[in-house]
């Protein structure tokens, strides 16, 4: 489907960036016009759980605007903050692609985001009589999957002061503008992400201040390109990241 199709269907893709709307539109590229029809789009506030892990996983959300992530409460009783997708994606494809019932993370909106949502039965359909959505739909799952466990085996291998340098790295690599990342100070949000606990985020805040390698703003964190050089230095030592 062309950009004007797009555009005539769904005008606020105008508001976001042109990624995003070259990531929808590849993503709904050879989508037939019912398809079209069905998708209802949804605002949803920062804070919003959208999807929670153990219901029936039946509706498919796209995120089209905004920033969603994924927690995991099963870890003693606390809340891990493992993911984050500022991308299109299909949040319930993946429960579509292997058979489950039920929706396996707990996703919810990071900022306000705006979401297309239809309903599992009417996303099967689609699939099933287009095999490039569903290789798209594959590809899509398996690119996750790899960098979730990459993730995952990384920060298993690393201790303290280093997981948080990774999580500002990967952060930057993502997320900067202008050649400066700025990220909200919360102590228990970077805790949740990187699975240390708010005294080792304190500490490794205080000591990469002392060496230049952030600075803070208000109750802002910012990292400039050079600071971004630095803390990527410390993970190189410790992993390869290329």
């Known amino acids: 489907m062309e950009y004007k199709a797009l555009y005539g269907e769904f005008p606020f893709l105008k508001e976001v960036g042109r990624e995003r709307q070259e990531q929808f539109a590849e993503y709904f590229k050879s989508a037939p016009l019912w398809l079209m029809k069905e998708l ?15 219901e029936p996983a039946d509706t498919v959300f796209f995120l089209v605007k905004g920033i969603a992530g994924a927690t995991d409460y099963r870890i003693y009783g606390m809340s891990y903050d493992f993911m984050q997708y500022d991308k299109v994606y299909a949040f319930g494809g993946m429960e579509f692609i292997m058979d ?17 949502k239809i309903s599992r039965a009417m996303f099967e359909k689609w699939m099933y009589s287009d095999i490039r959505a569903m290789k798209y739909e594959a590809k899509q799952i398996g690119e996750y999957l790899l960098e979730e466990g990459r993730n995952s085996r990384l920060f298993l291998f690393m201790q303290g002061s280093d997981r948080l340098a990774l999580l500002f790295v990967e952060r ?11 990220l909200k100070g919360n102590r228990q949000n970077l805790a949740d992400e990187t699975g240390l606990c708010v005294k080792s985020i304190s500490r490794g805040v205080k000591k990469f201040m002392e060496d230049g390698l952030l600075k803070k703003e208000g109750k802002q964190i910012v990292i400039d390109r050079e600071q971004y050089e630095g803390l990527k230095q410390i993970v190189s030592e410790k992993v390869d990241l290329e």
């Open 172 to 182: 930057y690599e993502k997320y900067q503008k202008n050649g400066r990342l700025y």
């Open 100 to 116: 489950y019932d039920c929706y396996r993370t707990t996703l919810r909106a990071m900022t306000d985001c705006t979401v297309l």
């Open 40 to 54: 209802q789009m949804e605002e949803l506030k920062k804070g919003t759980v959208f999807i929670r892990e153990g």
